[in-house]
């Protein structure tokens, strides 16, 4: 028996040595070959301390460290080794990442494990063919014109019937609102507007509350969202997956979260079947929500059977759904954060409505007018440069590979890239890179130009990029124009003054939301 146990404890300090080797080789190699800084890193833990103890700024922590690197990447690693990282902020090694070598960087297992429950086979959780097809469906789709009518159209009535007279009632009250909670509750309507044909009404004050599936959807699906991110930025992934596996804690309230999803999702696929036969009606007279699109556009695709076609429809609505919900409201919610700290910037946006006529209702401009708002245009852009809703992005490396910049990226790793950082790079951007300032989006003639995707990525880059830019910019700039056109926007904290910009106040999630919400009162013009 002693025996045994000597044996094994000497097998055990075997394997422990062989394995302290490889690790300390191939991280000399990697050093040698990419000369990149790397976080203070510690024996078996690696960089485990740093990432706790700044994970309060840890977008900022990691913009620093990038700032710090002469080729605006750097390398981690963390428990025991068993997981590597590259993160860059380099355009050049976006390209390699996001473009020229698309097919070797991956969403792989790590999105299935963490999204899987959520997102599914949706388009922004899988790759290759699954991938191509929905990519495919969605693009003809994101293209028509009556699809981007309808969300122009979609939006002025949320605006006017929703937005307009809620805000309206807040400020003849006096009231301090969350305007981050108040644009995520319009965007949701929105989305699901667009997304299922129904609406939520949660901004309707004729109601005391929204229908409860609706409200029950928009709790559940917010849960789902935070929770899977709080996976993604777990720094001891194997903990939440022993929680998963024995579903308790928290995993236990995720898993009732995804349930309330899916059963809001699947009912109105039925409905929708129910409602119109695909194969009786042609394209043109189908109805124009996305869900009825691709309710139509994969008709002609083979599944199993009817609740494998369900779940396909399923899974790319929800995709879209995380896609327009948070992610609009997020990039509002710092727009109004940092207009409120820059006087000159609202008197600039708002004297550019002065030759405009709005529709019917104050504020409310056509698709037509919006596209004329140069400045406003310009000054979105700038607040998506300094907070985009997607502040870091991730993908699996397929085989070994040498970025741009010389960088060595191993088999298995992590290939990170920092939208944020990179709007915060003096070499990118220039020594005003942290300084809000629109102009710098606009020519000698006002006009407003776009930069290079690869030095701006808040829409993602290359084959994966964002199919609803235009329309995002579309819906931003109706709501911005509609609520500045009408009120003044007064920050109770004093908004994004210039020396918050450097501290801002976010929390640790996949997106970029505003700590404590954002708690104003309104001044009617």
């Known amino acids: 028996m002693d025996l045994s146990v000597a044996s094994l404890c000497f097998i055990t300090l075997i394997f422990y040595v062989l394995w302290v080797i490889y690790f300390l080789f191939r991280r000399h190699y990697t050093v040698r070959y990419s000369k990149n800084p790397t976080p203070q ?16 700024r840890f977008h900022d922590w990691v913009t620093d460290l990038l700032s710090a690197s002469p080729s605006l990447t750097i390398q981690a690693n963390f428990f025991l080794g068993l997981s590597h990282v590259i993160c860059t902020a380099d355009p ?49 789709q994101f293209n028509t014109k009556s699809l981007k009518h309808f969300i122009s159209d979609t939006v002025q009535s949320q605006l006017s019937k929703r937005l307009i007279p809620y805000l309206s009632f807040a400020c003849e009250n006096g009231e301090v609102i969350d305007l981050q909670d108040v644009l995520s509750k319009f965007a949701f309507d929105n989305v699901c507007n667009i997304a299922f044909g129904v609406d939520p009404s949660s901004l309707d004050l004729q109601k005391n509350g929204f229908h409860s599936s609706s409200s029950s959807f928009f ?45 809001f999702a699947m009912n109105i696929i039925r409905l929708k079947e129910q409602s119109c036969q695909i194969g009786d009606i042609n394209e043109k007279d189908s109805p124009q929500d ?21 779940k396909f429809l399923r899974d790319i609505v929800i995709s879209f759904v ?16 940092l207009i409120a700290g820059h006087p000159r910037c609202e008197r600039l946006i708002y004297n550019e409505f002065s030759g405009a006529s709005p529709d019917e209702l104050p504020g409310i401009f056509s698709y037509k007018m919006l596209k004329e708002f140069n400045y406003l245009h310009a000054a979105l852009t700038e607040s998506l440069r300094l907070f985009p809703p997607v502040p870091i992005n991730s993908r699996l490396t397929m085989s070994d590979d040498i970025l741009r910049s010389g960088t060595f990226v191993g088999k298995g790793w992590f290939a990170d890239y920092s939208a944020y950082a990179m709007g915060r790079m ?11 300032l629109p102009e710098r989006w606009l020519d000698e003639n006002g006009v407003f130009q776009a930069c290079d995707q690869f030095k701006f990525p808040v829409f993602h880059c290359g084959p994966r990029i964002c199919l609803g830019k235009d329309m995002a910019y579309v819906q931003m700039k109706s709501v911005a124009a509609a609520i500045i056109y009408g009120f003044e926007v007064v920050a109770v904290d004093g908004g994004g003054l210039p020396e918050r910009i450097s501290n801002p106040p976010y929390i640790l999630s996949l997106i970029l939301k505003m700590k404590g919400g954002f708690p104003v009162r309104l001044i009617r013009r």
């Open 290 to 310: 996305l869900l009825s699109r691709f309710m139509y556009s994969s008709s002609n695709l083979k599944f199993h059977d009817e609740d494998d076609k369900r």
């Open 322 to 337: 995380l896609a327009g919900k948070d992610t609009t409201s997020t990039a509002l919610t710092w727009f109004f954060w």
């Open 426 to 436: 003096e070499r990118l951007w220039g020594a005003n890179c942290r300084e809000f």
């Open 219 to 263: 709790h559940a699906f917010d849960y789902a969202v935070d929770h899977s991110s709080s996976r993604f930025m777990h720094p001891l992934p194997l903990l939440w997956k022993i929680k998963r596996s024995l579903g308790i804690g928290s995993e236990r309230q995720f898993r009732e979260a995804i349930r309330i999803i899916d059963s």
């Open 41 to 56: 890193s510690y024996p078996l833990i690696g960089n485990l301390v740093g990432l706790l103890y700044n994970r309060h």
């Open 92 to 140: 050049a090694n976006l390209d390699h990442l996001l473009r020229s070598n698309f097919s070797n960087y991956v969403k792989g297992s790590r999105f299935q494990s963490v999204l899987n429950e959520l997102l599914g086979n949706g388009i922004f959780n899988v790759d290759g063919e699954i991938w191509f097809t929905q990519r495919k469906i969605a693009s003809h």
